[in-house]
């Protein structure tokens, strides 16, 4: 029986080997019909499916199995960034700037993962939708800020309503207390302090003033009867006289405070409080 030499797939030569080697060789799977072989003696080269002692077991060699194609993965971070890309219309731009980072993150791990990843397409689309967003951020702002600053002047107004109607409510009880007499006016806040939950009742949120009272009292009430005096009299209105300020109209302030320079906040002799325009006030009830 011949003996064969063989050139591997490394180029290099083995043999001389035997047929039966070289069969189980081909079960193996180490050798191919292609392998080029030589009958030991001689100087011809050929194909292993050539040599007619070799072509059965070419024939009958079992392919190795071959193992089963794995899918390939979305990238859970590619989705995520179209997510947050999208919440970026009710976060005004804020999951935006994430929904950005994770979408170029998973564009480069997709580019990286030679096919075990996929979801690039998504990836690149929540980084497109996110950059959008983000460049609607200052849109955002530019239309929300307005908004911001209404509702701050609303509240500032509103407390500037109550601060108002707890002065006068103070101011009641001190004439409860008092024989039905109002308080002087020049000693007015030091008079009704104790009846005040708190000094800082005593200031207009919305004036920017650094004295300890952002109000006035009306000075012809000064001790007067609670009885005698028409209920629609102003009682306290806003100044920038400071600390128990006490006069009439030449005290109150030129400029409205409130509602972009709209509305003044006056306290009446009844304990009511009211918002009034420019307008109203010039036709204000001072004397009692």
Known sequence: MANYKVIGSDLKQYGPVSAEDLRQWIVEGRLSAQTKVQIEGTDEWKLLAEVPELEEALRNRVPPPTAPAVPAKTSGMAVTSLVLGVLGVFTCGITALFGLIFGIIALVKVSNSRGALRGGGIALAGVIVSGIFLFMIPI?????????????????????????????????????????????????????????????????????????????????????????????????????????????????????????????????????VHELSEFQIGTLRWDP
């Open 140 to 272: 955002y702002a530019a239309l929300l800020l307005p908004a911001l600053s209404a509702a701050k002047q609303k509240a500032q107004e509103i407390n500037c309503v109550n601060n108002e109607k707890q002065l006068a409510f103070a101011v009641r009880m001190y004439s409860s207390d008092h024989n039905g007499q109002f308080p002087p006016a020049a000693t007015w806040c030091d008079a009704i302090k104790t009846s005040v939950a708190r000094e800082t009742l005593f200031k207009c949120p919305a004036a920017n003033s650094s004295s300890r009272c952002d109000y006035a009292f009306n000075a012809k009430l000064d001790g007067m009867d609670e009885n005698k005096i028409d209920p629609q009299t102003v009682m306290i209105f806003e100044s920038d006289a400071g600390w128990n300020a006490g006069g009439g109209r030449e005290l109150m302030i030129s400029r409205a405070r409130h509602e972009r320079g709209r509305v003044f906040v006056v306290a009446f002799a009844d304990g009511s």
